[in-house]
């Protein structure tokens, strides 16, 4: 099994509609999260981190994190062909105490 | 500096050649990764440096492989005797503990 787990996509949404990206881990005792996001050629950039369970919103995006299920999506408003993008889940696993990613989701946000 | 800094931008080396790719950190930043990735794949972690810690080369794909950081800061990744297959986009990232990751812009290596 994969320590962090995506679903490749590709996932297309109409402009303004909500674009959700899901991710799931496999250690119980991980402690942070984070969502990247990547343009092709480009190296990843951050754009949330979330901690605690329950929700965080920064503008459109929210994050959402469920500890006991192992999961943590990321939910993005209003999307626009700007957010046209791959979106890579991070997590730091307890007792490693380095950060594994996801193999990303390939988001398009169609005009 | 400002952000996590990789030199060179652009590398393409003689198949059998050793090539060094350099990164430099955020300062203060006690954390520093080094990540693999393929045309259209995924990150694939190589290595974990954290403070004085032994670093964990659990993603060193072969003994080809090896990486330093000098004082706690300035990290070097080692490639000797390259092959076609190591020809990738070499990312470095640094953070504070287990806060979040920022990367460098990559060094994309050929290898011919």
């Known amino acids: 099994q994969k320590e962090v787990e995506q679903n490749s996509g590709p996932l297309s949404v109409p402009e303004g509609a909500i674009a959700s990206l899901n991710c799931t881990y496999s250690d119980r005792g991980s402690q942070s999260f984070f969502w990247y996001r990547q343009y092709s050629g480009k190296s990843p950039e951050l754009i949330m981190f979330i901690y605690s369970n329950g929700d965080k919103e920064d503008g459109r995006f929210t994050a959402q994190l469920n500890k006991a299920s192992q999961y943590v999506s990321l939910l993005i408003r209003d999307s626009q062909p700007s957010d046209s993008a791959t979106y890579l889940c991070?997590?730091?696993?307890?007792?490693?105490?380095?950060?594994?990613f996801g193999a990303g989701t390939r988001l398009t946000v169609k005009p | 500096g400002a952000g996590v800094s990789q030199s060179p931008s652009n590398k393409v080396t003689e198949k059998g050649k050793d090539v060094e790719l350099r990164c430099d950190p955020i300062?203060?930043?006690?954390?520093l990764y080094w990540y693999r990735q393929s045309l259209g794949q995924g990150l694939e972690f190589l290595i974990y440096f954290q403070g004085n810690s032994a670093p964990d080369k659990s993603g060193l794909p072969s003994d080809r492989f090896s990486a330093e950081r000098t004082g706690g800061s300035v990290s070097t990744l080692t490639i000797q005797r390259t092959q076609q297959e190591d020809s990738a986009v070499y990312l470095c990232?640094?953070?504070?503990?287990?806060?979040?990751?920022?990367f460098g812009q990559g060094t994309r290596l050929t290898v011919v």
């Open positions: 300062s203060g930043h006690t954390a």
């Open positions: 991070a997590v730091n696993m307890v007792g490693d105490n380095d950060m594994r």
């Open positions: 990232a640094s953070s504070l503990a287990w806060g979040p990751a920022f």
